[in-house]
């Protein structure tokens, strides 16, 4: 697996890089970026994965999501991967919220997605496998995070690896994508009417079923115009009490969705995850 | 002067504004951003005017310049104007370097520029009573900073006014533009090619003519591709030496032109405003 390196500069007391690759997963190249804060020679770090929401890229964590004095203060690597395949011959919608930007983390069963349109696989398995040869990662201490419909991913992985994650966070996540409009047509469109297919990629539904963790930690915006209709963080509530999981949610008075929100809290998740 | 808010969101603990006007001085509609800590009812609190530089609009700093923890803890209001006027019927230029973005912080008076690029009228005049007008600013503690073209903004401005501003720094600043291709072509355009008529705008000019501030703080990386051709920041060092003016100029080892360079020291900037 062979990576470009697109840019690399330094920033705090660390290297913000950009890298593009050939992705087996999804057919498609692949552009991600990832923060390496200074380090001794031979050394490694633990790794923190970012999942972005609908319609961005890798550029919109590491333009505004201000994780970087952080990550370099707590000695994080900070990968940012992109949201879904892309390019001239890939499958793609008009909608914001679906197609290309709008990946959901799934590997797609239906057409004209499936070709392309597997960001489970990519983040779950190959993109780690590429980081974890070309950066001066531990994976023995790995965390995920993530915003809105990265949240969404972020939750899902984690709940779904328990033994590989010590943390497992999220910013204003969708977290029962059956259950909200976004998440039903995503869910819909990727993997088709059977919603049995829907439940390993829906936090709430998988804590139903029987997935564990010891915590986690969710911030929201009580100011989020999609609280009401797309977010609803009761649910997961609701789920981790019958479960017996851990759940920290933080309702943030005033906050609205994007990224002032997020990077007004995100030094504090980072210490949640370094601490773990 | 009516002001038309584009959008508020809380952001640290705080509010970062975006705004909208019918701008007098350049006949256009101007949009700016303005970030406002929490305050008593009441109070004013010291504002900070940033310049940014070719290419940028408000947006570019309000996404990536990190300043809105600092500013929160330091009690400090954060404007960020656009750099040019801008917009269907306004001059252009095809070059990044020239014409719409690139304002240079002139008074244009020649054509075709002269009818809309006011950037000095509107940076020193109509802008600061539009601000003293609707946000709770001490106009008594004012400060001036700004990053490349911006800071060449910032330093220009502050000289020529050296009552109002009472801190001025820059970030790999031009601050000879008069000696350096990308002013040469500006002020040639927008000024003609009498060069007695760049001095005002050229720092180091308006040093040698008798400017004079009681200390200048310069941020500046040494692997900033512009350094040698563009920036020159030496000519400003001789300057400042030669008119014993207290500069004070950091040269930032390993770090590069852009917002991964300014956001990590634009909190210490801030605390050197705020200390004055």
Redesign the interface.
């Known amino acids: 697996m062979t990576l470009t390196t697109v840019s690399e500069?330094?920033?705090?007391t660390g290297t913000?890089g950009v890298y593009r690759h050939a992705s087996a997963a999804t057919g498609t190249d692949m552009t991600f970026a990832v923060y390496v804060p200074d380090h001794a020679p031979g050394a490694t770090l633990p790794v923190v994965w970012w999942l972005s929401g609908l319609t961005c890229t890798h550029v919109n964590a590491m333009?505004?999501c201000?994780y970087?004095?952080a990550c370099a203060d707590l000695g994080l690597i900070f990968v940012c991967p992109d949201t879904s395949p892309r390019g001239a011959g890939v499958a793609d919608d008009p909608a914001f919220d679906f197609g290309q930007g709008a990946g959901f983390y799934v590997d797609a069963t239906q057409a004209p997605w499936s070709p392309h349109f597997r960001m489970w696989s990519y983040i779950t398995a190959e993109l780690p496998d590429l980081v974890a040869a070309n950066f001066p990662v531990d994976m023995g201490r790995q965390s995920i995070m993530g915003h809105s419909m990265g949240g969404h991913g972020a939750l899902t992985i984690g709940l779904s690896f328990p033994d590989r994650f010590r943390a497992v966070s999220a910013f204003a996540p969708i977290v029962a994508p059956s259950q909200v409009p976004w998440g039903q047509k995503a869910l819909t469109g990727y993997l088709g009417p059977d919603r049995a297919e829907w439940r390993r990629h829906d936090a709430v539904a998988l804590i139903e079923d029987g997935a564990r963790l010891p915590a986690l930690l969710v911030d929201q915006?009580d100011?989020d115009p999609w609280l009401a209709e797309q977010l609803r963080p009761q649910l997961l509530a609701d789920a981790c009490r019958d479960a017996g999981i851990d759940l920290t949610l933080r309702t943030r008075a005033?906050?609205?969705h994007?990224?002032?929100?997020v990077?007004?809290f995100i030094a504090d998740q980072l210490r949640w995850h370094a601490a773990r």
Chains 1, 2 share one sequence.
Do not use: H, I, N, V
């Open positions: 500069a330094r920033s705090y913000q333009d505004k201000e970087r004095q915006g100011a005033g906050y609205e994007g990224y002032l929100f990077s007004t």
